[in-house]
T-cell receptor
Framework: AQSVTQPDIHITVSEGASLELRCNYS??????LFWYVQSPGQGLQLLLK??????LVQGIKGFEAEFKRSQSSFNLRKPSVHWSDAAEYFC????????????FGSGTRLSIRP | DAGITQSPRHKVTETGTPVTLRCHQT?????MYWYRQDPGHGLRLIHY???????DKGEVSDGYSVSRSKTEDFLLTLESATSSQTSVYFC??????????????FGPGTRLTVL
């Protein structure tokens, strides 16, 4: 079955510290992978997506993610977090040709410690 | 920001009553989607539309119907609301279905409580 797992429900990091949010997927075909961010009371915003090529993907707001096929992972990273990064982050997987088939993970809530 | 509005933004209703949520876009995008967001489940697709009067079911369509009579509006109806439909509902739009070349843009959400 196709699925996305985000093992960490809630993470707290100190402002200025590095961040890594984990995402593991199970997908029968070539996966196309996404990270979204949801600020409190807002809709989702696309941070980055991976389809092919370089396995290290750069996104907006200083985020990057690395696709590791051997580990079925697509972890999100940021070298130094800011208080404004506090939000919920969703990993998603789907086929390249169909937005209606995207499967979302359950999300990781990020809190920032001053 | 993409021009997507949802109305109402908050609604409390009683079990058994009909409820209609509206999504309105000003981007002239062809595809529109309705998702629900529940703790521990992320977002799940309810229905989507690929054009005026063209709709299809998503993963969790039972108990919901949709209509799209104009490009800019996509309505989600709960014919007889149940407590299990208490959720936050998000509308999304995209110009193409191909996610390799396009991006989904999400509205601000509607929080629905069914008592």
């Amino acid at each position: 079955a196709q699925s996305v797992t985000q093992p960490d429900i809630h993470i707290t990091v100190s402002e200025g510290a590095s961040l890594e949010l984990r995402c593991n997927y199970s997908y029968g075909a070539t996966p196309y992978l996404f990270w979204y961010v949801q600020s409190p009371g807002q809709g989702l915003q696309l941070l980055l997506k991976y389809f092919s090529g370089d396995t290290l993907v750069q996104g907006i707001k200083g985020f990057e993610a690395e696709f590791k096929r051997s580990q079925s992972s697509f972890n999100l990273r940021k070298p130094s977090v800011h208080w404004s990064d506090a939000a919920e982050y969703f990993c998603a997987v789907g086929p390249y040709s169909s937005a209606s088939k995207i499967i979302f993970g359950s999300g990781t809530r990020l809190s920032i410690r001053p | 920001d993409a021009g997507i509005t949802q109305s109402p933004r908050h609604k409390v209703t009683e079990t058994g009553t009909p409820v209609t949520l509206r999504c309105h876009q000003t981007e002239n995008h062809r595809y529109m989607y309705w998702y629900r967001q529940d703790p521990g489940h992320g977002l799940r697709l309810i229905h989507y539309s690929y054009g005026v009067k063209d709709t299809d079911k998503g993963e969790v369509s039972d108990g919901y119907s949709v209509s799209r009579s104009k490009t800019e509006d996509f309505l989600l109806t709960l014919e007889s609301a149940t407590s299990s439909q208490t959720s936050v509902y998000f509308c999304a739009i995209s110009d193409f279905e191909d996610t390799s070349t396009d991006t989904q843009y999400f509205g601000p959400g509607t929080r629905l409580t069914v008592l």
